[in-house]
């Protein structure tokens, strides 16, 4: 009986117990690494470890000095949380402004802020060890303000941002922080005092502060239709999704441009408090008698069924590329294309009495053919007027008359060229020496 009693004791006492009551009511979670997590209230802080069973072991710490006056009448569930790499969880108030820290069993004030009430439901994350707060909602607006935490100041400063900004506004969104981008998705912003859907995917550079606009989200799992999911949990590089009034779950990864969905059945106790931690998720769950409450850990991969998955957004990006690319490219062919037949010659045979060429044939006779031969043998295909006109002379007949028969014959040869294969034969122009001097050259396409 005695052995039996100190074993009980020990139970109690390290509490190792698969859903296991929380002293003082449960307020807010944490997640502190894949393993651990801080179950926070305003008496006390529990460090829980999951072990290899699914178990809980517990270590409580009262803190050590007076509960912050600030959040006396304030539910620590409305506190944004961050872990940071150093140890210390910071929170900060609704709306921005009032910044608190823990640490070692101390919960304290650390801003010589106030509250800026201008950020509600805006992104509290760490990046680089440095706080930020992203976009929200306040004095009857939604913003897309990046506001950082000085710690040497002890006060908020602003970040300027560059590039596609959302310029209405992001409030109530989801957000996914993978290296350096910030993916921002699925938000409101304010249109006419009303709560707009904005249906883009956005991303934010977090070292060059530029946001980009990537792409439409998928029209069918993003509209003004759907309900607002009542848990929103980031873990390792994605988001996790679901109402709680049914089944369904959905995991989104903005890296792979993928949304999965799941069956949750084993969840369907699950609510607004739980958190990821590792491969687990943990959330605490009334009692029958609504007396207290107990801690649940659940093996998320365990617990949900894979249904299907479907693309997170139109990738307008790669449209736009794909689309640049496309016309760089059917406009350098059309460039060469043009460049090609510009300088691409026709070729022509000339006979005694014909002139062939593309197809064709064109009927000359002694005259024409002795112009052509003539321009074809001469030095860069150019003629002077009086090597031609020499050749129509004759003491029969005056000058004139000799000119005019040149002029025709001349004059006929373009008329058949251009009415047989749609191309000019012979050009005439001033010489480089006497511009009184008239100069005929063959057209410069055309090979004989």
Known sequence: MKFFKIFFFLCISFN???????????????????????????????????????????????????????????ELISLSSVYSSDGSVYFLYPGGGILFKYLNGVFERIDESFAYRNQYAGHFFEYKKELYLLGGYGYWQSNSLLTKFNFELRNWELVPTSGQIPKLGVNAGSFVLDGNILT????????????????????????KMIWAREGLLNKTLFSENKKDFELVVGFE??????????????????????????KAEELHNINAKAIIVGDNVVYPVLSADREYETLTVKNLNENIVFLNDEPLSNDFNLFVNYFIY?????????????????????????????????????????????????????????????????YFKNSETGSDASVKRKNKVIDELNRKALEKFDIVLITKQSG??????????????IEI
Request: aromatic share 12%.
């Open 184 to 207: 921002v998705f699925d938000f409101n912003q304010r249109v006419d005092d009303l709560d707009v859907k904005n249906n883009s995917l956005y991303s934010l550079n977090l070292d």
């Open 16 to 74: 190792w117990l698969n859903s296991q009551v929380f002293d003082d009511g449960i307020k807010l979670l944490v997640s502190k690494d894949s393993v651990s997590f801080y179950a926070f209230n305003k008496i006390s802080v529990c460090e829980y470890t999951i072990l290899e069973s699914k178990k809980l072991s517990k270590k409580r710490v009262k803190y050590s000095n007076p509960f912050p006056e600030e959040l006396k009448n304030t």
């Open 432 to 445: 480089k020496a006497d511009s009184r001097q008239v100069v005929y050259s063959l057209n410069p396409k």
């Open 237 to 262: 590089k994605s988001l996790l999704q679901k109402n709680l009034t049914d089944n369904g779950l959905r995991i989104i990864t903005p890296k792979d441009n993928q949304i999965k969905f799941f």
């Open 326 to 390: 496309v016309g760089v490219f059917c406009g350098a062919l059309i460039l060469l294309t043009f460049i090609k037949f510009k300088e691409e010659k026709l070729v022509f045979f000339l006979s005694e009495n014909s002139f062939s060429g593309l197809n064709k044939t064109m009927p000359i006779d002694k005259d024409e053919q002795f112009v052509l031969e003539l321009l074809v043998k001469a030095k860069e295909r150019k003629v002077d007027n009086s090597f031609i006109l020499s």
